[in-house]
């Protein structure tokens, strides 16, 4: 049965599943039918829950989704790749919006 990923949080959320995909949550905002292969052993939507900034459920459930546990070996490229859209998730970080100047010389 798919899983529905609810932004609980006051601010945006930045959910990457593991084939790659990053989705934005806005606060409130809620994704539908998402498959169980692309949260399953996902090191970083796992801390968004655990953390409270997500709610994952069963379609049609009111209550959160038990995530089944996965090998810890298997985990380790994923969580690496979820973890960078951490800073912009949580307003650390990343770009305000304005250009940034470099130091680099140019001819």
């Known amino acids: 049965m798919p ?3 609810t932004n609980e949080s006051d601010a945006s959320v930045l959910v990457r599943f593991n084939s790659g995909t990053t989705h934005r ?11 169980h292969a692309q949260v399953k052993g996902n090191a970083r939507i796992r801390s968004l829950a655990d953390r409270r900034l997500i709610r994952m459920a069963e379609a049609g459930e009111a209550e959160p989704a038990e995530e089944e546990e996965q090998d ?36």
């Open 25 to 35: 949550l806005a606060p409130g905002e809620t994704l539908k039918e998402v498959e």
């Open 72 to 107: 810890e070996g298997t985990g380790g490229a994923e969580a690496e790749a979820g973890e960078a859209p951490s800073a912009a998730a949580e307003g650390g970080g990343g770009r305000s919006g304005s250009p940034r100047k470099s130091s680099r010389r140019t001819r």
């Open 3 to 5: 899983l529905t990923i």
